[in-house]
Structure formats: structure tokens, C-alpha cells
């Protein structure tokens, strides 16, 4: 028997007009480090970190569910519309929970749709962060598959969904984090993979903001699974080579998850990260 050190608690902020109620987790001390979780999913992909002292011994880990995911539920009359996320949303999202947390410039941690953001928060307001984490990222991504089977009356798409990041997953990650990780898509609400899908396929707004990036101020670090379909190696490194003073590692035997499919295979790379964060600080101060 044991009790994890994770707590949990729920914060209510205003998001463009919109009173959101957001669940987010938290463990450790020290450092703030937000985490951003991968389309369809929630702050689950990140428990194995959270639950890890030699990470969680200088660093506080937040992580938090999107709205529409996981425990944070939808906004008041979301019964009456279509979820579509769109990059200022997601920003103002982010903003706001670090603002209602009270965070002093975090290092942002975020993976997929996460990563990406996390690029886009480092062109347009770097300043409000100590680095930046950009795991499974790259500039754009244009859907090689339809969208809308995600959300459709004749297929189920949480299935639907967890069957195309079965692909993204490494061969080599354990096989009970392989199915726990297509769970997650499995449980998501409906449309709500559909909707985060339509940010991360149709915007290509951070391509030209690439060259914006300051990262002599705020480091950039952008991590890849050699195993990932949907962001290869060859996209995060196009991406990175935009990014003047942007660092990169390609990750063996990892997938589009890595910190949920192969927890034991990503941590080293992880620990590196942070240390390149922390080096980043030094450098600025």
C-alpha cells in the first residue's frame, strides 16, 4: 500500500470571457515546471514524472487538464456548440493559469499540440517563462488522415482515436503503459480529440514566428521520439535549425509519448532537459 505524493485541486480563471474551471496536479518543490498534456488526452501522460523524486526534488511539477479534458469540465452551454481549440484560445489558457497559480516565469514542458504551444509561447511572450521544453514538436503539421472521423455518429472516437496513436507508439515501450496511454484517448469526451486536432493540423501561424524566438534570453530544447510518425526526427529538426540557438535530441526507442509510453526511456532525456533549462537561467542572469 501506498499514497502518491501527487495532490490535486481545481482553479477557477477567466479565459476570453468564459469562466473555466480547470483541474491541475501538482509535486515537489523548487522549480516551477508547467506541463502540457498531448491533444485528446489529459495530465495523466505525465504521472510517472510527477511520482519521481530525483525529478520532483528540485522541481515543482503542474501539470493541468485543458478544458474539455479530463477533469476539467467543458464551459457552461458547451452543449450548444462545436469545440474547435484555436492557438489564442490555448494561449490565453496557459496565461491564465499561470497568472491564477501564481507562477513566476516556469520552465513550460509540453508535448504534441503542447509542444507546439509551447513555440508559440516562446515567440510571443518569452518573457513570461524560464524555458521552454518542446517535446514531440515542430513547426506544422498538415493532417494525413480525416479529422472527422474523430467525432462522427457511426464510429466511436475515442477508438477511433486511440487507434491512430497506436501507431505513434515505440515498439519498445511496456506494454501496460502502451495500453494505459490509448486509454486515455479511449476515455476522452467526444470531439474533443477532433477539436484539438483542428489547432494542431490547420494552424500554421508559428512558422513565421520562429525567427522571433530569443533564446540567448529564454533556452528553447525540443525533444523527438525516433519512433514518432506524426513528428518525425527530420520535422523537429527543421524546426529546431529555425530557431537560431535552439538545441535538439532525438530520442531512441521513444514514440509521440514518451513520457507516458516509456516513462524509464524518456526520464534521462528529460533530466537533461531540465538542466539545460536550469543552464539557460544562468546564463541570462
Same mark, same amino acid.
Given at each position: 500500500m501506498s499514497v502518491e505524493p501527487i495532490t490535486?485541486?481545481?482553479?477557477?480563471?477567466?479565459?476570453e470571457g468564459r469562466t473555466q474551471r480547470?483541474?491541475? !496536479?501538482?509535486? *515537489?518543490?523548487? &522549480? #516551477? $515546471?508547467l506541463c502540457m498534456h498531448t491533444a485528446g488526452a489529459d495530465t495523466r501522460q505525465w504521472r510517472h514524472l510527477m511520482n519521481d523524486a530525483g525529478i520532483t526534488g528540485g522541481n515543482r511539477l503542474i501539470a493541468f487538464d485543458m478544458p474539455w479534458h479530463g477533469k476539467s469540465l467543458p464551459p457552461e452551454g458547451f452543449e450548444t456548440e462545436e469545440y474547435l481549440l484555436t492557438t489564442e484560445t490555448y494561449i490565453a489558457t496557459v496565461l491564465?493559469?499561470? !497568472?491564477?497559480? *501564481?507562477?513566476? &516565469? #516556469? $520552465?513550460?514542458?509540453?508535448?504534441?499540440?503542447?509542444?507546439?504551444?509551447?513555440l508559440q509561447l516562446a515567440a510571443l511572450h518569452g518573457d513570461r517563462f524560464a524555458g521552454?521544453?518542446?517535446i514531440e514538436a515542430s513547426d506544422f503539421q498538415p493532417a494525413w488522415y480525416d479529422i472527422d472521423w474523430f467525432h462522427r455518429p457511426?464510429?466511436?472516437g475515442g477508438e477511433m482515436g486511440a487507434a491512430l496513436v497506436s501507431a505513434n507508439i515505440s515498439?519498445?515501450?511496456?506494454?501496460?503503459?502502451?495500453?494505459?496511454?490509448?486509454?486515455?484517448?479511449?476515455?476522452?469526451?467526444?470531439?474533443?480529440?477532433?477539436?484539438?486536432?483542428?489547432?494542431?493540423?490547420?494552424?500554421?501561424?508559428?512558422?513565421?514566428?520562429?525567427?522571433?524566438?530569443d533564446t540567448k534570453a529564454t533556452p528553447v530544447h525540443i525533444m523527438v521520439g525516433a519512433y514518432d510518425l506524426t513528428c518525425t526526427p527530420e520535422d523537429a529538426q527543421r524546426t529546431a535549425d529555425a530557431i537560431p540557438g535552439a538545441t535538439i535530441a532525438v530520442m531512441d526507442e521513444l514514440g509521440h509519448f514518451?513520457?507516458?509510453?516509456?516513462p524509464e526511456g524518456f526520464r534521462p532525456f528529460f533530466l537533461d532537459a531540465l538542466a539545460r533549462m536550469r543552464a539557460g537561467q544562468e546564463v541570462a542572469a
Open positions: 490535486g485541486r481545481y482553479l477557477t480563471v477567466d479565459i480547470i483541474y491541475f !496536479e501538482e509535486a *515537489g518543490q523548487g &522549480r #516551477p $515546471v491564465a493559469v499561470i !497568472e491564477g497559480l *501564481g507562477l513566476d &516565469r #516556469p $520552465v513550460l514542458a509540453g508535448c504534441s499540440m503542447g509542444g507546439r504551444i509551447a521552454f521544453i518542446a457511426d464510429a466511436h515498439p519498445h515501450a511496456p506494454e501496460a503503459e502502451r495500453w494505459n496511454t490509448q486509454w486515455m484517448f479511449m476515455a476522452s469526451g467526444p470531439g474533443v480529440f477532433r477539436g484539438d486536432l483542428g489547432f494542431y493540423t490547420r494552424d500554421d501561424s508559428l512558422i513565421g514566428r520562429l525567427g522571433q524566438i514518451p513520457m507516458s509510453e516509456h
